[in-house]
Nanobody, 124 residues
């Protein structure tokens, strides 16, 4: 069992930055790849970024490359999402998740544990 708690969301103006954090407890954090997903109102949950267990590989949805950066600190059992140059279309609830099966890092079906989400709102 893994418990995930996101924090760091909030209201920010377009062009601003936020750093989301996801604190993990339970199952050994360092054994799991981690991912961030987001869900905007009326839309399906979509992949944002993922990071391998030892941080040697990161994955991003193409449209967010260069603006978002995922990182992790295994000593703190925490994964981060640094978001910059935020746009109103980045408004969504952001979720972190632990990958529990093989296969693509881009598919939510390969993730088995989810946090409660943190709201990010970008005003124009």
């Amino acid at each position: 069992q893994v418990q995930l708690v996101e924090s760091g969301g909030g209201l920010v103006q377009a062009g601003g930055s936020l750093r989301l954090s996801c604190a993990a407890s339970g199952r050994t954090f360092s054994n799991s790849a981690m991912g961030w997903f987001r869900q905007a109102p009326g839309k399906e949950r979509e992949f944002v970024a993922a990071i391998s267990r030892n941080s040697d590989t990161t994955y991003y949805t193409d449209s967010l490359k260069g603006r978002f950066t995922i990182s992790r600190d295994n000593a703190k059992n925490t994964v981060y999402l640094q978001m910059s140059s935020l746009k109103p279309e980045d408004t969504a609830v952001y979720y972190c998740s632990a990958k529990v099966s093989g296969g693509s890092h881009y598919y939510s079906s390969n993730y088995g544990y989810w946090g409660q989400g943190t709201q990010v709102t970008v005003s124009s």
